[in-house]
């Protein structure tokens, strides 16, 4: 799929229709992580590949829907500072954002779980075994989209860019 096309279709899955997503692909969307920019080049991000039926029931306590997706990415993070400051968060997020792009160019769905999984962090970390000094800060389930799915609504570019100066107009409108 086309990059521009990658990014127009990606959209949040929660929801998974039966078919598996054999291991190269869930390796390519892993290497997509892997190759993401981090603050210093810290690479402060580890994965848990989950593939145990139970384990992927008792996550969906999190946040109920995504139990029928065959494979469950967590993103672990070390949250060590670097002399120029933390960057561990955005370090998540960039490698997140990859493995989504990554999960619709294969024609999967998958969806950022972090709001739901931060009131359960604690509880989730003993289920997948992570030491205490790693964040579990991330889930994607990774399957088959049950539903195409719309859009989420997004604001315009007007509403969104300025020009020269904060408030300043498109000098071509
Ligand atoms: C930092 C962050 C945390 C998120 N946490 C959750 C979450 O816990 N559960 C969930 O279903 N979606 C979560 N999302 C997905 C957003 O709800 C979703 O991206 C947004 O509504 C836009 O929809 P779209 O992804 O389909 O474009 C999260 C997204 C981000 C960037």
Request: hydrophobic share 40%; charged share 20%; aromatic share 8%.
């Given at each position: 799929m086309e990059f521009f096309d990658v990014i127009e279709k990606r959209r949040s899955v929660r929801?998974?229709?039966?078919?598996?997503?054999?291991?190269?692909?869930?390796?390519?969307?892993?290497?997509?992580?892997?190759?993401a920019p981090s603050g210093a080049n810290m690479q402060d991000r580890e994965f848990i590949v989950i593939r145990d039926r139970d384990t992927i029931a008792k996550l969906n306590q999190i946040q109920p829907g995504?139990?029928?997706?065959?494979?469950?990415?967590?993103?672990?993070?070390?949250?060590?500072?670097?002399?120029?400051?933390?960057?561990?968060?955005?370090?998540?997020?960039?490698?997140?954002?990859?493995?989504?792009?990554?999960?619709?160019?294969?024609g999967y769905g998958s969806v950022w779980i972090e709001g739901t999984l931060l009131k359960?962090?604690?509880?989730?970390?003993?289920?997948?075994?992570?030491?205490?000094?790693?964040?579990?800060?991330?889930?994607?389930?990774?399957?088959?989209?049950?539903e195409a799915g719309k859009q989420a609504p997004r604001r315009t570019l007007d509403e969104m860019v300025h020009?020269?100066?904060?408030?300043?107009?498109?000098?071509?409108?």
């Open positions: 929801n998974f229709k039966p078919g598996d997503v054999p291991e190269s692909d869930v390796e390519n969307i892993l290497e997509t992580g892997r190759a995504f139990d029928n997706g065959p494979v469950v990415i967590a993103v672990v993070m070390s949250t060590a500072a670097t002399r120029w400051g933390s960057f561990w968060v955005e370090d998540c997020a960039a490698c997140v954002e990859n493995m989504l792009l990554a999960a619709t160019a294969l359960k962090e604690q509880w989730a970390k003993k289920l997948l075994g992570v030491p205490d000094d790693r964040r579990l800060y991330v889930l994607l389930p990774v399957g088959h989209p049950a020009y020269e100066q904060y408030g300043g107009q498109n000098p071509k409108s």
